[in-house]
């Protein structure tokens, strides 16, 4: 069994699975450089052959023990029919959906695959090309991360729009989660048919909720896309990442999650117990990528240690940003591993 599926399963192993979020991306200069070549963000995402490399290319200078799949969770909204671009310097726009009339606008869920069958050309050449030891993971955003995008417009400070009409129309405001869960569903569907073996949601945002909504409108509906793809695809791990709900994490600890990804605020030993020895994932601060030396060696062995007779998989309380330093990823695998 790959190591990261072994842990996945309530396993322990020697050293833990390691593996970072945005390893393809732009602090590797040859990630910027197949991004030229494609043309733009998008058009690489679109591009089975070149984001299939670009999945590759941080498996080639790092001995990750997994992959994820290079593609966007703003695809969905995309395939729902929004207009979307990523102007560079200023993140992603999107046209907007603020009212349950809107809502009826967008294409129907039936339609996503038309637009979203590059990505399974994607995984399918992932899943021939991998190492067989490099599990791989497929992934989409949480249908609340997704909305805040669709409702915003951008991304946005303190998702003031999605909170608002959280309050006011609750009910219009859960028609677009629930179709973004039902599209959710179908695209990873899709995924884990064209050969994805742990799917991930990412609720970058979960933790703009206020606590009394983080159940309803975060954790039930991941809950509820991963119970659907646990029974058409039984064999599949389930990774959510709930982001930045501090002492919330205790709602996550739910059957549907394999592993529970913990964001760099609060500390392992204390995640593992509010979580009940449930397999985590976490939760090094992508600051020390930056900074390097000691510090990183430090900081990643104590996380190490909080974990060691638990089940875990080693990563970064959030994505890798572009100003890391690609040297500094062979130092953290030698502490985590060493
Ligand atoms: O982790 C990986 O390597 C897999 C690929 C991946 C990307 N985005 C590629 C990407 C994944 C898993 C994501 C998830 C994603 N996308 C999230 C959730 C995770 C998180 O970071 O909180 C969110 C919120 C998005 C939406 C999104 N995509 C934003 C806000 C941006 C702009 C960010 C910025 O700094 O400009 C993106 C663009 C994006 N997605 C890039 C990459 C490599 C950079 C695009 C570029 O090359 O210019």
Redesign the pocket.
Known sequence: MKKIVNNLSGNITNTPPIW???????YLPE??ET?AKAGS?LE??YNPELAAEV?LQ?LRRYNFDAA???????LIPQALGLDLS?V?????KLSTVRTAHEIEQLKPVDDIHDTLSPIYETVKILAKELPDETALIG?A?SPW?VAT?MIEGQ?SKDHARARRWLYEDFSGFMSLITMIEEATIEYLSMQIQAGAEIV?L?D??AGALPYDYINIVSIEPMQRIFAELKKRHPHIKTIA?P?GIGAAYELANVPEFDCVAIDASVSMEWASTVLGGKCLQGNLDPMTMIVGGDVLKREARKIVDQMKDKPFIFNLG??IT?EANPDHVHDLLEAVRG
């Open positions: 970072l979020m945005r390893q393809a991306g732009r990630y910027r991004r963000f690489l995402c999945t941080p994820i799949l290079f593609a966007d969770i703003l990523f560079a310097g200023e993140g992603p992934f955003g991360t995008y991304g991930k990412f970058s945002w990442f982001r959030h994505g572009p």
